[in-house]
Nanobody, 123 residues
Framework: QVQLVESGGGLVQAGGSLRLSCAAS????????VHWFRQAPGKEREFVAA????????YYSDAVRGRFTISKDNGKNTVYLQMNRLRPEDTAVYYC????????????????WGKGTLVTVIS
């Protein structure tokens, strides 16, 4: 079982930035597609962004495209989510998840999940 650990959440004012990290404990990313999802209070979990580890492929939801950037560091075995120009509606628990090779935008297709990190954006 792959253990994913998120970090970097916190409280930020609207317009500010945060960088989330997702590290795999005891596992080296090779053929995964690593995703970020988020779940706001009272809402369903939604896709945010994804990156394919071994081949080119970066994907964003319409809600974050142009503001968020997903990237990876092979040496650190870590995926990052740089979040800029944050809005109150970005407030949510952000989850890292992975699956083999392909990107999907529904959480039902994920093989591994982290426990999440809370991002709160105040106006």
């Amino acid at each position: 079982q792959v253990q994913l650990v998120e970090s970097g959440g916190g409280l930020v004012q609207a317009g500010g930035s945060l960088r989330l990290s997702c590290a795999a404990s005891g596992h080296t990313f090779t053929t995964e597609a690593v995703h970020w999802f988020r779940q706001a209070p009272g809402k369903e979990r939604e896709f945010v962004a994804a990156i394919r580890w071994s081949v080119d492929g970066i994907y964003y939801s319409d809600a974050v495209r142009g503001r968020f950037t997903i990237s990876k560091d092979n040496g650190k075995n870590t995926v990052y989510l740089q979040m800029n120009r944050l809005r109150p509606e970005d407030t949510a628990v952000y989850y890292c998840a992975s699956r083999f090779l392909t990107v999907v935008t529904t959480d039902a297709g994920m093989a591994n999940w982290g426990k999440g990190t809370l991002v709160t954006v105040i106006s």
